[in-house]
């Protein structure tokens, strides 16, 4: 199965690639990896550490913008507070009956 990557002209820390839709270019990931290992070793370590970044800040909007989607829900009256056992419970049932 060949994946494909978007390459984005923004960083991560200017905008989201989700939200912004300006993709200059389309490559696979093998190419990706390829290009990448045409690198120096000094240059493939930087590299990794900007992805690794860069996944870090981009899971960290996407869990701020699930704390204000929670907030928002729980001060429209849609989330009530409760015990924490048992929210607990009905999280630990939720994924029982995911699976």
Known sequence: MMMRLAVYAAKPEQS??????SVLNTVTLDQAIDTAFQLPPEQREMLIEILRNRQIETRRHEIAANARESIAAFRAGILKPGAAEDIIENLHQALADAQ
């Open 16 to 21: 989201d690639p989700e939200e912004n839709a």
